[in-house]
Nanobody
Framework: QVQLVESGGGLVQAGGSLRLSCAASRSIFSSNIMGWYRQAPGMQRELVAQITSGGSTNYADSVRGRFTISRDNAKNTVYLQMNSLKPEDTADYYC?????????WGQGTQVTVSS
């Protein structure tokens, strides 16, 4: 079993920045994919960004160029640096790990961007 704990969410003005962290209770070194998803009220959960064990990244079109995903295997932590935030980025953000074919989710952290 793996626990994922997100942190770093909060309230920020449009144009501001936040850095989300996802700390895993087990090593993420062997994790095939780590990702960040978000879910706004009344909307489906959607992929924001993901990073493979080899360091390849993928971003949603809506955040490409503004958000950066990274991983620190030594700290078992994945980060999401969010810059130039917009009100439409407001959502609950969730960390996801795929490890040996098993999917794990964190509990989420709330991000609110005011206009």
């Amino acid at each position: 079993q793996v626990q994922l704990v997100e942190s770093g969410g909060g309230l920020v003005q449009a144009g501001g920045s936040l850095r989300l962290s996802c700390a895993a209770s087990r090593s993420i070194f062997s994790s095939n994919i780590m990702g960040w998803y978000r879910q706004a009220p009344g909307m489906q959960r959607e992929l924001v960004a993901q990073i493979t064990s080899g360091g390849s990244t993928n971003y949603a079109d809506s955040v490409r160029g503004r958000f950066t995903i990274s991983r620190d295997n030594a700290k078992n932590t994945v980060y999401l640096q969010m810059n130039s935030l917009k009100p439409e980025d407001t959502a609950d953000y969730y960390c996801k790990m795929v490890r040996y074919g098993v999917v794990y989710w964190g509990q989420g952290t709330q991000v609110t961007v005011s206009s």
